[in-house]
């Protein structure tokens, strides 16, 4: 690898990229290039440096310098006065702390750990060398060199590893099932279709480190017997795909894809498989349905996918945070991982707060670490120095918690963290317009297959334009609470069962709020519009 | 058997049942939607809720699906467990948010499950406000009336259509609230068994179109148990009618037969009584007065019309003069069947037992065209055959969409071989495309050691088979017929459970068959030497079976020609002496079906003014007086020739009466037309037709239900059970057999011997010479314009193909034809026929595919060799 006295990142995750990443890269690179530059200085793009607000962003090594809301005016200001002078560029530095996710691993806060995001914002995704320089593809070279899938297995059960999805199933014990079962083919999916409102990990790692994703699927192949996996990625997530399958290919002309992997007699090869951004083709077996083909719509089990699982043959589904640590465990050992976290959550777990926080952003840490360590000590706390109010866990399938449970640890064992979403409220915000719109969003993704959810989440988006728009009454709050608790009863799946999970958990904490809305036809926040006529609601 | 607990009392289910079902068995109520006897369960609606504790001391329990939950040994539900009844209650109440409430212009109602579901669970009052979900309907054809905003998305219909009818068209689209049952387009359903759409939906969204041009509730619809007439199948029916004309037909339930389904032939094909004769056109003293003058007199009987009619002709004619009705070819493969049925060991299985086959080869016949629930059948044979893959799982078998994921792909084998390749070729593993002469030598081929290629293929798969079958059908012919029975010997002889099953053309062609008589050609040749100078025709067009230039010489040489029909056709135009009677709506009497099961069908309504059964005429023009009902006649048939005498259990007799002396009400409690019921001519109120020839009565005196008489059973219905899902009251435990055992009894038995084979080697036949221009005239039945009967009905005769020759492309080229082009066929004994031609890889070579029973192609029901103009 030659050297390079400075690397620029640029971040051209998918927001970027709208607002000129593109132009402001090719800008960059053609300035330094004008300057004689370019064997000095390397531009480098990332996938989304977690900026969602500054964005066109880049970040100046080494000395890890953001400049927030750069354009292509500006390039021609940063080379010369940084790059050649050695002179910050003060009117474009981001203000306020420098997002946890660009610093390097070294010098991130003492309470973050990162494992999974190592390479992230550090190393060019689109570099397989700089993976491997970074320690990539060691732990696939162990595993299939050195170890037999039995041992796979079992240092990965050993490792206490669980699905990062929502479900926490524990991982080793999956690919055991798979590994045991009968068929001549067999599959490894990973779940990319990262569809829950405030989650964004997954598509972090796919832009910014996707050959981790490729080398926890080999493993997992080697332990299985698979011989062909599917990464499912989102349709909406362009740039994780197209990173993705650039990673593919590359892989693929080293060898690591293909046959006789590493001369372990290995055969498996990944394609990546586009989801059409239905939310209910995360759940996995209407993932299947999704990949086979057929309408997105979950399935009764048994028969489980491990056993019969893609077109009937035993399949191993995965999530994207969940494959990413296999590596880590391989090279690393089960003992080393199984001593992060809690007694029951093992290893580090990856945040995403948005919302009303300083620094919104993806951060990892390990299980047990408190609400309050993330959303206070990662994410800089509230924005413009407001009052924290409230926080959705995990996204609209979560539950609502307020003040009392911020200093509750984030584990199985406590507060559950879900998939990672942290969908942070301040004071000025509304609850019934928050639950309103994860009420819309159930409604709209629902799949229709059973009355509580498909007739239920449309019930309770009616309730809510009709609270938002001061024609509600106190009964509705009834009304809807039992509809709430039947759905979660008695729905088929996930989606219906949670559905109204936030909704419950917000009524005791916000009681005041909805009454308020419901019985004075008041919104406390000033957010919902309560002046329309009943005729005037849609519904 | 485990026991089960429900609400603190104990009952007994079968092994491998639902609680659902373990419910419903033991005569419980529990309101469903999403579950279907004859489709198991998916666990959508869910409105099957209960309370489900773990063992005696759970007593918080949690609410479950019970058609999902498996009823096993000391399995403890609660049904009344107020929680459950809530929320069944709900779940009514979310489906009546948007369902329209439209049942006074809905033709469900009143035989509808969404009624009686929300009459079970209680809902009452509506706590939403807010606007119903409305969806735009589509065209789907002549058969079937869609009406999308009455759907409570129970996916019983794309269930029913994809999963088991095997139809592509018709799909979910859309998501949640949203979600909607059709085509992708308007258009006519694909599938041959759509009508069954209008009885699986609990709703209004799919009901007969056919029926809605005549529209009448349930409540005054006078039924009878009746057999359909439109194939060999005898698929059980129930015809419904009000001021004694045909409004619908629906399925009736039969466990050894139908199931719950029937085609949409034998559902639709009703229509065709709208056309039939009218009484008072008759000339039953001209037809006397014939018959006393007559010098030498030939009965020609009928495959569609009853038992005991046919036999009526025989004896009015004399044994010896009988003709069956059947044509010369027909007549050598029935008596081909008969042999082969008695004197094999091989399975005769009914149609209800095609299912469980798991390799299926046909051979020659179009079970589509033909018998379109031997399609239907072989569907479910080939979609279960792998059932072991989920059973081994764990899985059972009413789970099924579980079963289904478990299966995959999966399926059993079905070969074919035949002229053209037929629909079931969608789900065939592999098919050949054969001259018609060829397929005994390829079954030949299969039996013998030293098959290649496909046929090796198939002997393979045969001799591993759990449940092999062979099919084949009378139209393939006798020596088809040999081969295939030679063929399943064959896989006896490797220890193999093999069945054979043969298609008939009608609904008593095994009747008139086992009867015995000459061919019509035969009648046609007595009548033209002169031996008689007088026909009596029973319900038969002979120029169907006749070619056009022997039907016109016979109707000149013929004297008199009187003739029994109730429908118009090319033989009553030449009648002297017409007798119009009753089509099988109106009459009683027995069919033969093609497994020789022997059922009853009865009157609905009965005669109108100046008509009359068949067989009363008859006894009328003979003088016997000693027959009272048709029951007489049967019983003498019975006593002279014993292989008839089982029929005399396919139903009770007249004197029958249920425990509280009473007869079956043909009509239902609450019909309420009673003092009009005539009124359509006349405003008096008439006494009650009294019927003294059999256990029905026309009226509502009598019993309703007869669960224990299932060949009785008038209707569908039990208290608090409207819509056909009241089924369930009448079978043993449900989806299973009737009570009092499956209607209709078998007639020939299986001997137990195998048979030295039959027919070793095909007689040498020439094959079409090209140099001469000649090609194979091959008819093929289509489900739509074959049938003598359906192809008048107006829905059906929509539906009807262009009558086309279809050839080979290659064929095409040898010829000189293009598509489009009309030519001209010469058949060997001179007949001409003019056709389009339709150029189509889908045919063998050097045939010609042509559609059977059409007036186009008149008279030509076998292959044959023709020359090309
Ligand atoms: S809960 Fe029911 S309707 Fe909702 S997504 Fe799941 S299966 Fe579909
Ligand atoms: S159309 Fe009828 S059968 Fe189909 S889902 Fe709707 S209610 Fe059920
Ligand atoms: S298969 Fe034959 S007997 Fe059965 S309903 Fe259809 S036409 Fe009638
Ligand atoms: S019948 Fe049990 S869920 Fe529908």
């Given at each position: 690898m030659a050297f390079y006295r400075a690397h620029i990142l640029v971040d051209t995750g998918t927001a970027a990229v709208l607002k000129g990443a593109n132009a402001l890269r090719t800008a960059l690179v053609d300035e330094i290039k004008r300057k004689g530059l370019d064997k000095e200085i390397k531009v480098v793009e990332t996938g989304a440096l977690g900026l969602a607000g500054a964005v066109p962003a880049i970040v100046v090594y080494p000395e890890g310098v953001t400049y927030a809301n750069v354009t292509v005016d500006d390039v021609a200001e940063i080379v010369e006065e940084h790059l050649l002078k050695g002179r910050q560029v003060s009117r474009l530095v981001y203000k306020g702390d420098t997002p946890s996710v660009i610093k390097s691993a070294e010098n991130c806060r003492s309470a973050e750990m990162r494992v999974v995001l190592k390479n992230i914002g550090v190393i060019d995704p689109t570099s397989i060398d700089e993976y491997i320089a970074m320690g990539g593809y060691e732990a696939t070279a162990k595993a299939l060199t050195t170890m037999s899938p039995q041992e796979v297995i079992a240092e990965i059960k050993a490792s206490g590893l669980t699905g990062r999805g929502g479900a926490g199933f524990p991982t080793g014990l999956k690919w055991d099932f798979t590994a045991k079962a009968d068929g001549d083919q067999k599959y490894i999916i990973c779940n990319a279709d990262e569809g829950e409102p405030g989650n964004f990990k997954d598509r972090l790692i796919m832009e910014g480190d996707p050959h981790q994703i490729i080398e926890g699927m080999i493993i997992a192949a080697y332990a299985v017997g698979a011989q062909k996996g599917y990464i499912y990625i989102r349709g909406e997530y362009q740039q994780s795909v197209a990173n993705t399958e650039r990673a593919l290919d590359v892989a693929r002309e080293m060898g690591l894809l293909g046959s006789d992997i590493m001369g372990s007699g290995l055969s498996f090869d990944i394609e990546v498989f586009k989801g059409a951004g239905a939310y209910i083709c995360g759940e996995e077996t209407a993932l299947l349905a999704s990949l086979e083909g057929q309408r997105g719509e979950s399935r009764m089990k048994p028969p489980f996918p491990p056993t019969h699982g893609l077109f009937g043959m035993p399949t191993v589904i995965n999530n994207v945070e969940t494959l990413a640590n296999v590596p880590h465990i391989i090279v690393n050992g089960a003992d080393w991982y199984s001593n992060i976290g809690t007694q029951k959550s093992k290893g580090t777990k990856i945040f995403s707060p948005c919302g009303d926080v300083q620094y919104p952003g993806v951060y990892e840490v390990p299980f047990g670490s408190t609400l309050r360590e993330v959303i206070f000590g990662m994410a800089g706390g509230i924005k413009s120095g407001k009052k924290f109010k409230?926080?959705?866990?995990?996204?609209?399938?979560?539950?609502?918690?307020?003040?009392?449970?911020?200093?509750?640890?984030?584990?199985?064992?406590?507060?559950?963290?879900?998939?990672?979403?942290?969908?942070?409220?301040?004071?000025?915000?509304?609850?019934?317009?928050?639950?309103?719109?994860?009420?819309?969003?159930?409604?709209?993704?629902?799949?229709?297959?059973?009355?509580?959810?498909?007739?239920?989440?449309?019930?309770?988006?009616?309730?809510?334009?009709?609270?938002?728009?001061?024609?509600?009454?106190?009964?509705?709050?009834?009304?809807?609470?039992?509809?709430?608790?039947?759905?979660?009863?008695?729905?088929?799946?996930?989606?219906?069962?949670?559905?109204?999970?936030?909704?419950?958990?917000?009524?005791?904490?916000?009681?005041?709020?909805?009454?308020?809305?419901?019985?004075?036809?008041?919104?406390?926040?000033?957010?919902?519009?309560?002046?329309?006529?009943?005729?005037?609601?849609?519904? | 058997m485990p026991k089960v607990i429900i609400d603190g009392i104990e009952y007994e289910v079968a092994e491998g049942r639902n609680m659902l079902e373990a419910v419903i068995d033991n005569g419980l109520d529990l309101p469903y939607f999403c579950w279907h006897p004859g489709m198991g369960s998916v666990g959508a609606c869910r409105l099957c809720a209960v309370r489900l504790y773990k063992d005696e001391s759970d007593t918080k329990g949690k609410i479950a699906m019970a058609c999902m939950t498996p009823a096993k040994e000391g399995t403890r539900i609660s049904i009344k467990d107020p929680e459950a009844m809530e929320f069944r209650r709900f779940v009514i109440e979310w489906l009546m948010t948007n369902h329209p409430h439209d049942c006074p212009v809905c033709d469900e109602g009143g035989h509808c499950h969404l009624q009686d579901m929300t009459a079970m669970s209680g809902h009452v009052y509506r706590r939403f406000r807010f606007k119903k979900r409305t969806y735009t309907n589509q065209y789907l054809g002549p058969f079937i009336t869609h009406e999308m905003n009455r759907c409570i998305q129970c996916f019983r219909c794309v269930r029913f259509y994809r999963d088991l009818a095997g139809g592509r068209d018709f799909n979910t689209f859309g998501s949640r609230n949203r979600v909607y049952f059709g085509r992708q387009s308007d258009g006519v359903l694909e599938s041959e068994f759509s009508g069954n759409l209008a009885e699986v939906c609990p709703t209004g969204v799919f009901t007969d179109k056919t029926s809605a041009r005549h529209y009448t509730r349930k409540w005054d619809l006078r039924t009878a148990p009746s057999v359909c007439v439109h194939c060999g199948l005898g698929c059980n029916i129930i015809p419904g009618q009000r001021y004694g004309t045909m409004r619908r037909v629906e399925t009736r339930f039969n466990g050894d037969v139908n199931g719950y389904w029937i085609c949409d032939r034998g559902r639709f094909g009703y229509e065709f009584s709208y056309g039939a004769l009218k009484g008072g056109?008759?000339?039953?003293?001209?037809?006397?007065?014939?018959?006393?003058?007559?010098?030498?007199?030939?009965?020609?009987?009928?495959?569609?019309?009853?038992?005991?009619?046919?036999?009526?002709?025989?004896?009015?004619?004399?044994?010896?003069?009988?003709?069956?009705?059947?044509?010369?070819?027909?007549?050598?493969?029935?008596?081909?069947?008969?042999?082969?049925?008695?004197?094999?060991?091989?399975?005769?299985?009914?149609?209800?037992?095609?299912?469980?086959?798991?390799?299926?080869?046909?051979?020659?016949?179009?079970?589509?065209?033909?018998?379109?629930?031997?399609?239907?059948?072989?569907?479910?044979?080939?979609?279960?055959?792998?059932?072991?893959?989920?059973?081994?799982?764990?899985?059972?078998?009413?789970?099924?969409?579980?079963?289904?994921?478990?299966?995959?792909?999966?399926?059993?084998?079905?070969?074919?071989?035949?002229?053209?390749?037929?629909?079931?070729?969608?789900?065939?593993?592999?098919?050949?495309?054969?001259?018609?002469?060829?397929?005994?030598?390829?079954?030949?081929?299969?039996?013998?050691?030293?098959?290649?290629?496909?046929?090796?293929?198939?002997?393979?798969?045969?001799?591993?088979?759990?449940?092999?079958?062979?099919?084949?059908?009378?139209?393939?012919?006798?020596?088809?017929?040999?081969?295939?029975?030679?063929?399943?010997?064959?896989?006896?002889?490797?220890?193999?459970?093999?069945?054979?099953?043969?298609?008939?053309?009608?609904?008593?062609?095994?009747?008139?068959?086992?009867?015995?008589?000459?061919?019509?050609?035969?009648?046609?040749?007595?009548?033209?030497?002169g031996e008689a100078d007088t026909l009596v025709v029973l319900e038969n067009d002979l120029s169907r079976r006749l070619n056009p230039s022997d039907f016109d010489s016979l109707v000149k040489s013929v004297k008199n020609l009187i003739v029994l029909d109730c429908i118009a056709t090319e033989t009553t135009k030449a009648a002297s002496a017409l007798i119009p009677v009753t089509t099988v709506f109106d009459s009683e009497g027995t069919f033969i079906n093609n497994e020789s099961r022997a059922q009853r069908y009865f009157s609905v309504s009965p005669p109108k003014e100046g008509l009359a059964q068949a067989w009363t005429r008859i006894r009328d023009l003979g003088g016997f007086t000693q027959w009272s009902s048709c029951e007489d006649i049967l019983r003498e048939l019975a006593a002279g020739k014993p292989i008839f005498a089982p029929a005399l259990a396919a139903a009770p007799f007249a004197d029958w009466r249920t425990e509280a002396d009473q007869k079956i009400a043909r009509s239902p409690h609450r019909f309420s037309g009673r003092t009009a019921k005539d009124a359509n001519w006349t405003i008096n109120e008439p006494q009650t037709a009294n019927d003294t020839q059999t256990p029905l009565s026309y009226s509502m005196e009598g019993d309703q239900n007869p669960p224990a008489e299932s060949s009785l059973i008038p209707r569908f219905w039990w208290p608090g059970w409207n819509s056909n899902a009241a089924t369930n009251k009448f079978q043993i435990e449900v989806g299973g057999g009737l009570h009092g055992g499956n209607p209709g009894i078998r007639l020939l038995a299986v001997q137990g011997k195998l048979s030295e084979t039959q027919c070793p080697k095909s007689p040498e036949r020439p094959g079409p010479n090209e140099e001469a221009r000649e090609i194979w005239l091959v008819p093929r039945p289509y489900i739509y314009g074959s049938e003598e009967l359906s192809r008048r009905g107006r829905a059906v005769a929509e539906l009807i193909p262009p009558a086309e020759a279809i050839i080979h492309p290659q064929t095409a080229e040898i010829y000189g034809l293009e598509n489009g082009q009309m030519v001209e066929f010469y058949t060997k004994d001179g007949q001409k026929l003019s056709l389009p031609i339709r150029v189509e890889d889908s045919v063998a070579m050097r045939v010609a595919i042509i559609p059977v029973g059409f007036p186009e192609t008149r008279g030509i029901i076998a292959p044959d060799i023709a020359r090309i103009s």
């Open positions: 409230a926080v959705l866990m995990g996204g609209p399938s979560g539950v609502l918690v307020g003040e009392e449970a911020l200093d509750r640890s984030l584990c199985s064992e406590d507060l559950n963290p879900g998939a990672g979403a942290l969908i942070v409220l301040d004071e000025t915000k509304c609850v019934v317009d928050l639950i309103k719109n994860c009420a819309q969003f159930f409604a709209h993704e629902s799949c229709g297959q059973c009355t509580p959810c498909r007739e239920g989440t449309k019930r309770m988006v009616e309730f809510f334009n009709w609270w938002t728009a001061g024609a509600g009454s106190e009964q509705d709050l009834k009304l809807l609470d039992q509809l709430a608790t039947t759905m979660a009863l008695t729905s088929k799946c996930g989606l219906g069962q949670f559905a109204g999970v936030a909704f419950k958990s917000s009524i005791p904490l916000f009681e005041e709020e909805y009454l308020a809305h419901l019985v004075d036809k008041r919104c406390p926040a000033g957010i919902c519009e309560m002046d329309k006529v009943e005729e005037e609601v849609r519904v | 056109d008759g000339d039953i003293d001209e037809a006397k007065k014939l018959l006393n003058e007559a010098n030498g007199i030939v009965g020609v009987g009928s495959p569609r019309a009853s038992l005991e009619s046919n036999y009526a002709l025989q004896k009015l004619v004399g044994v010896g003069q009988f003709c069956t009705g059947l044509s010369a070819f027909e007549q050598e493969a029935a008596a081909a069947y008969i042999n082969v049925f008695q004197t094999g060991s091989r399975r005769m299985p009914s149609l209800a037992e095609v299912e469980s086959a798991d390799v299926v080869v046909i051979l020659g016949v179009d079970p589509t065209g033909e018998a379109p629930m031997l399609d239907f059948a072989i569907r479910q044979a080939m979609r279960k055959a792998p059932i072991e893959i989920a059973r081994k799982l764990n899985i059972p078998d009413w789970d099924a969409n579980a079963v289904i994921n478990a299966l995959h792909e999966a399926k059993g084998k079905l070969y074919m071989a035949a002229p053209w390749s037929m629909k079931l070729k969608e789900i065939a593993a592999e098919t050949a495309q054969v001259e018609p002469a060829m397929i005994p030598d390829f079954a030949r081929e299969i039996a013998s050691d030293q098959a290649n290629g496909l046929a090796a293929t198939i002997a393979a798969d045969l001799a591993k088979a759990r449940k092999p079958l062979i099919v084949t059908g009378l139209s393939a012919g006798a020596d088809t017929i040999r081969a295939a029975a030679d063929l399943a010997d064959s896989v006896i002889g490797k220890g193999r459970d093999c069945g054979l099953f043969v298609t008939v053309p009608e609904a008593n062609t095994m009747g008139v068959a086992m009867l015995g008589g000459a061919c019509v050609q035969e009648a046609a040749r007595k009548s033209e030497s």
